[in-house]
């Protein structure tokens, strides 16, 4: 694609700060740079520690989204998870309540600083409130391989649909996917951040390392870079977020309903753990279902929600750095 000029770029970007309902990821509130394009709405939102580099590929999906538009979907809805931050298990009932009838939810384990009891206690909290629903766990390679074994046996009774990214790395990967077919777990695994966050996000499938990837359009580079690496990968996809705004969340579900097979709900529920949001209504799940209708930013939300003018200036800095990388890319190609 074309770049479009930086200038343009900047002229139709906002930038927001919402507010969470529970604290996700360590944070209670998410910044975003939302862009108005020609094309749709466009997010740019790397979290906050991350470089131009790696930003760069999030600012690649908003540009595609604003000035190319979406891909041609091929169903008209797609079934999404709830997923439960690392909380207490007291806490699950609640923040459940925030999301409508969900056949699917995904739990947050290995949190820094907790025990496995308290991963235990969150899962069969959630089986005891959904006890139909499918569980699957995300340690965020969180484990060590022996800590990983011991949670798997642990969570074994759960009948999980897999865990994501229980350890880092490929080989940590390959290495704990025989461990547990030689002790017949039955328990898939996922890769997300030995695809998102690898230099090349095939190598995991090349490797055999993981029963299915995750695939989240913004770190990817955009909607059609996702598609084409789920192709390339030939394994099962579950499509997520990266804790989006609604209109980056649209953006997820574009993905979801362009692909040719969808066996997982995608973690793109996440919509229901924020307090505000820029699309009104918020692009969230009825029915463990999002429809695939148009969802844009409402100016009264963007002026409501609208960053502090040191944020505002400190994103706009990022998009110019991560725009550099892109421009530098394509001077190379
Ligand atoms: O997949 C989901 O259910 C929701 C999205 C989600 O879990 C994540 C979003 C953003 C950052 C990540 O830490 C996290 C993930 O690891 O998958
Ligand atoms: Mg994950």
């Known amino acids: 694609m074309q770049l479009p000029d930086l200038d343009e770029i900047l002229e139709r970007s906002h930038v927001v700060r919402l507010p969470l ?3 996700f990821r ?9 862009i108005d394009g020609p094309a749709g709405w466009g997010e740019f939102s790397p979290f906050l520690e991350y470089g131009a580099a790696e930003s760069s590929r999030w600012l690649a999906c ?11 979907p091929v169903r008209d809805s797609v079934p999404v998870n709830a997923t439960v931050p690392a909380v207490a298990a007291a806490d699950v009932g609640r923040v459940l309540a925030r999301y409508d009838g969900p056949g699917t ?9 907790q025990e496995l009891a308290d991963d235990v206690a969150r899962v069969r909290a959630v089986r005891a409130a959904l006890p ?3 569980l699957r766990v995300d340690a965020n390679q969180g484990w060590s391989h022996s800590e990983a074994v011991a949670a798997l046996e642990a ?14 790395g490929i080989d940590g990967l390959a290495r704990l996917r025989e461990e547990v077919a030689r002790r017949g777990l039955g328990v898939a695994l996922a890769a997300d951040e030995s695809v998102r966050k690898a230099e090349d996000p095939l ?8 029963d299915l990837i995750v695939v989240k359009a913004q770190p990817l580079g955009g909607v059609r870079a996702a598609l084409r690496i789920v192709r390339e990968a030939g394994l099962p996809a579950v499509v997520s977020s990266a804790l989006d705004t609604s209109v980056g969340l649209r953006i997820g579900a574009a993905l979801a309903a362009a692909l040719p097979s969808l066996p997982y709900a995608c973690g793109l529920g996440t919509g229901s753990l ?26 009264e939300l963007l002026a409501a929600h609208r960053a502090p003018a040191e944020r505002e200036a400190w994103w706009r800095e990022r998009v110019a750095a991560a725009y550099s990388v892109l421009a530098g890319e394509q001077t190379t190609a």
Do not use: I, M, N
């Not at 074994?156 to 880092?168: C, G, R, S």
């Open 21 to 23: 309902s529970v604290r």
């Open 26 to 34: 360590g944070v209670t509130e998410r910044e975003a740079l939302l």
């Open 62 to 72: 908003a540009l595609e989204a604003a000035w190319e538009g979406l891909p041609a």
């Open 105 to 113: 939810v995904k739990v947050k384990v290995a949190e820094a600083g």
């Open 132 to 134: 139909h629903a499918k």
């Open 155 to 168: 969570l074994a009774p759960f009948e999980l649909e897999y865990a994501e990214q229980p350890v880092a």
């Open 203 to 210: 190598a995991v499938a090349r490797a055999g390392a993981a």
């Open 274 to 299: 924020f307090a505000g949001d820029v699309a009104a209504p918020a692009y969230v799940a009825r029915g463990g279902e999002l429809d695939l209708r148009e969802v844009g930013a409402d100016p």
